[in-house]
């Protein structure tokens, strides 16, 4: 399975951005995928997950301004930032869960995208 990011750059307060992740490869068993962000000098934080059957989860921080979703077929994962503040600015990563077998869980990691908000 590969991630690959997309739709980071810079804003300015207030603003909007939209994140893409792209899966390809045997994305057949993966069952969630996630955004995740990395600040400088910070640890990597969950931002919003969304798994099969679930509805979707969000950091304290960004819920009611960040939406995540998934196409129906699996194979993109989407981000859309809306009201962005300054403490957005990090490297977001997006990851997939990938149920390999019953005993199995394959874990998959995107490049990561920079978002900069500016004020």
């Known amino acids: 399975v590969q991630l690959v990011e997309s739709g980071g750059g810079l804003v300015q307060v207030g603003g909007s951005l939209r994140l893409t992740c792209a899966a390809s490869?045997?994305?057949?068993?993966?069952?969630?995928m996630s955004w995740y962000r990395q600040a400088p000098g910070k640890q990597r934080e969950l931002v919003a997950t969304?798994?099969?059957?679930?509805?979707?989860k969000y950091a304290d921080s960004v819920k009611g301004r960040f939406t995540i979703s998934r196409a129906n077929t699996k194979s993109t994962v989407n981000l859309a930032m809306d009201s962005l503040k300054p403490q957005d600015t990090a490297v977001y990563y997006c990851y997939a869960a990938d149920r390999v077998s019953d005993m199995r869980i394959d874990n998959y990691w995107g490049q990561g995208t920079q978002v900069t908000v500016s004020s």
């Open positions: 490869g045997n994305i057949l068993g993966i069952y969630e």
């Open positions: 969304i798994s099969d059957g679930e509805l979707p």
